[in-house]
């Protein structure tokens, strides 16, 4: 495929792919809360105008529906929601040092070319922009796993686990030009009813281990009392 | 010329040894130079000419003679090997002076340096396996004999042994390859073996086995360790005939394995070189960052470039493997400028580390300084040492660095995506490389050369003989040749690839011999000559244009103290201190034990900065063999018959087997 | 002619910066031809040497000026169709550069005091992890033109019209992010500091006075404008004269000089709301700079080329 063929929304369309990528970067070597929230945010946002100019290109006016769903509820709701929880908490400031944060980025830019590996069988069955727009959505995924994996933190894991959605929304943008709609409501509340969960379990875990650094639940293990 | 002549030159120069103490001196070292200097001239013919000369020696076993052969791979080597040997006949005869009144007696450098020098030169013409494996065991056995000239420090004794396990090892595995493909072929003979049809896993096998054996000798992470503890305990002259030249030969049994004996190159094999020799690369500029000892310091940067020649390597095969030929050919040149490139810097800087060491007797780099004022000529050339090292124009090492740049540069030539990935990035850690190796040698001149001097041996230094600063003025001069004149080099190079692989680069030097144009002349071009003349000429007007007037003259002062009193030598950085920011950077890649030790008061800062596969890879190994040796005592009765038994038991399942 | 420009210009796009920053900081700085005057005023002086110098000390100065000079020559200014761009391509750019930063540092550790030892061992460091993202980020460019060649990239962005690349933007970034390390700019090192810890060019260059000084200093601008050329004229290349007859390179010469004040501009307001970093803390950045050319290459290897 030659970025020369294509039009200028298109182009577009790739260059805020790319940076939904670098956001995802960003969310795995932030070290502090809030602004690991904004770029969440931010995040979102791009997602939201990926899907939105998806559907100027191809005239889909539903997918215009699911861009504000995304723009309203990922890009504003939660990390509003993720503020005041933090607020609340007391841990404005709080930051949680990476052991080796080269080492993270870069199994993380490994992850990428994974992620590109195997999207590229795919060629024969789709077009080739989608494929490479699935590519990066997959990686996105990887991407937020991976953060799942390398932060203790409870919020940052959220913001990872919210960014692994983010990463499906794009598939789907992408792959088949959006679910359809009711699946997206759906899937919208279920995010939504997800963040009010945690939000309660983070006061919870609080409770239990004074802390919200989730490498610390293994107090809660049974074998503890024994060891 | 005929090529058998050198290594007969060499032998005689062993029979040097006949001569007494100063036979080194009168007649080992000027036949030592004929030698090289005819296989300057061979090698020389054989790049011009193409058809390869042979010769079989009524030698060896009943059936299998010795076969002779000189391609213009050869001639490669030849040229290498002969320039390095040329100059280290001008070097030697002043070099060993001091050890003729010493207690290691200097005929033993002249009889295993000659049979070293002959044993390097017949692996380069041997054309069959049998013959290769002679002189290839010729060349390390005596080197190691090198090593050891000191023997009387237990460290250079350990050295030694340490360097002979690892020549084993490898060479046991470089027969084993041999041994995979004269099964197939038939034969010992290399023809008999580029003609065989060998399956691709057999081939497989027979690269990994040339792989792991000759990159062992090549010193490849990590397989390095014997390197920077046997290059530095030998004589100045023979680190740089081990550095400039050994490592160089296997990288030629490498070469001549994998590209014409094995034949049918696997991409994958040229992934597997490509990672080893980025990560040698890497590992070695780093290690060679904290070092302090000058020698070994040279030793660990013959890793890292040997790696840059594996990188040159890795990229041919997989262009090769992929089906791009012209840029297979690009790689394979770049590779092998390199290789030629590094035996001419490294050899350079080890007789300027030399001549510091037989001036000063100080091989520490924190207790030199300022010993360009007292040591001009070889301050010079080292300098010029540095800046080819440090691959900074106009010097060879840019050259085939660039080139090996350009041939990485090509990756979106390939189909497979990972593979486009791969390139790219070995190509950034050949950037990094490059930039700690500069970083390396502005330590090293910096503060061996430059600043004040940090010891009494220093301070009373003084230039070397005529003879060492020719040894050291040839080679200067011909790194600034080969960096000034690549499309010359780089033509005749190409000559082995056309020879090798049936393609050439037919646009190198499609623009005169001005331009160097290594794929065509709107993807990149590179005119050394012209950079040269611009600098000289910038200079010029800089220069001219600033000395007129009347301010001309310039005035001496003491340095700025910030109104203390006047810096002395103590106050300048050290080694260890400039290498101190990207220790920590790159903490994790060493052994680090740093800190305070003694009483209060008293208390010194002490650092100790080790290689991790020792760790990881040697003691291991170590307690291995330890535990199954431990396993076996018990065969260790202390009785003769015991001992008889058991022979006659193996021989009883010998004959079974063969049965 | 397009050299003698650039040379004549860079004492001016420096001045620039500083007066810009003087205003942004609510002070009233020189004006922007400042410079002109210094190195009047220093090339009018004596030159004082150290008496622990040597010949390299000496002669550092000129080749530290001279290669950046050569380097300045290959990069297209004002028209695309340099004569001395085929001479050397975008790594022997990278090369010559490198060889003046080599001398530089060693000039910085031929007099034999600390300071100079401590500025050549940071900016040795510094331009060491600078390297792979430069290479990264002219690999993406040049992957994409399928050239080294400054001229013919520089053409190839010109044809191609106008092609949102998001591997370009990534290179951008992390270009952008290298020269302002390798140029001394804040937050990497402070141009104007003389606080004696917290230097890197300046501690190298602390004994060298009259022409010396002058040389090394015109250098640093040169170095500066060079790279201001680079990124306005591979990444933004529209304007840019295509023939070499006065009225395009008129007219090159116009947007170029825009284009430089704008980015000088930037490099104010940015130097004015940063603070200088840690030395410790620019691995990370540079890092960072490596990461956005590595996502450049990554997003050109997966998005832009047909597989």
Redo the contacts between chains.
Sequence with gaps: MNLTQLSLPEQAIFVLAALVLLVSFILLSQTRLTAAIHAFAWQGALVAVVAALVGWVGADAHLYLSAGLTLALKALLIPWMLHRLVRRLDMDAEREALV?PALVALTGTLLV?FA??LV?PLERLAVTDTRNLLAISLATVLMGFWMLVVRAQAVAQVLGFMSIENGLFLGAVAATRGMPLVVELGVAFDVLVAMILFGVFFFQIRESIDSLDTDRLDRLAETEEEA | MPAILAPILALLSAAGALAGARGLRLLGFPLFGLAGLAAILSGLGHLLDPTPWSLVLPMGLPWLHWHLRLDTLGGVLFLLIGLVTLAVALYGPGYVREFEHGRSRPEALALFGGLFLAGMLLVVLADDAFAFMVAWELMSLSSYFLVTYRHDQAANRRAGFLYLLMAHIGGLSILLGFAVLAAFAGGFDFAAMRAAEVPLAWRTIAFSLAFLGFGMKAGLVPLHAWLPEAHPVAPSHVSALMSGVMLKVAVYGFVRMTFDLVGGVHWGWGVAVLITGSVSALLGVLYALMQHDLKRLLAYHSVENIGIVFIGLGLALVFFGTGHPVLGALGLVAALYHTLNHALFKALLFLGAGAVLHATHERDMEHM??L??AM?WTGGFF?VGC?AI????PFNG?VSE?LT??AA?Q??VL?S??L??LL??S???L??T???A??C???V???AF???PRGRHVRKAREVGLGMRLGQGLLALACLAFGILPTVVAGLLAGVPRQLMGTGLPEAGAQGWL?LTPIS???????AP??VL??AL??AI??LW?RRGE?R??????????GFSR?G?G???TAT??????R??FG?LFQIDEGMRGEQGRQRFHLQVGDRFWGWLYLPVERLVNAAARRVTFLQAGRLRAYLGWSLGTLLVLLWVAA | MQLALVVAGAPLLAGWVKSVKARLQNRRGPGPLQPYRDLRKL????????????????AAP??V???T??AT?AVPLAVRDLPTA????I??VV??L??G??FL??A???????F???G???E??I??????A???AI?TL??SA????LS?VVGFQLTQGLVLHPSYLFALMGLVLVAVAETGRIPVDNPATHL?LTMVHEAMI??YS??HLA?MEWAAWLKLTLYGVLIANVFFPWGIGETTDPGAFGIGLAVIVAKLALLGLALAVSETVLAKMR??RV?QYLNLA?LFA?LG??SF??LE?A?
């Design positions: 080796h070319v590109y590996w590229l | 300084g300022g360009l004022k001009p300098l800046i440090a691959a900074l124009p840019f660039w740049f350009q540069l990756a979106w189909d995506g990972v486009r990935v790219p990035v190509a950034a850690m950037a990094l490059g930039a700690l500069a970083a040698f502005v330590k001149y910096g503060v430059l600043g004040l331009w002349p709107a993807t990149a071009s590179y005119a012209l950079v611009g600098l910038a200079w800089a220069a600033l301010v003259e310039v005035s001496r002062c003491e340095p700025w103290d910030c810096p030598p106050m300048q950085y201190a400039f290498a101190q920011p990207i920590r950077v994790m | 090339f009018m002086k004596q030159v004082l040497v150290a008496d622990s110098a040597s010949i390299v000390f000496r000129y080749v000026f001279t290669s000079l050569l020559a085929p001479v050397a391509d790594m022997v090369g010559l490198a060889l930063r080599f540092a060693l910085g550790m031929d007099v034999g005091t600390a100079g030892g401590m050549a061992s940071r040795m460091l331009s060491a992890l600078a390297e792979p430069t290479l990264m690999f040049t992957m399928h050239s080294t060649n013919t004696e602390l004994e009259g022409r040389l030395l410790f691995p490596f590595l290459m990554l290897l997966i080329v597989a």
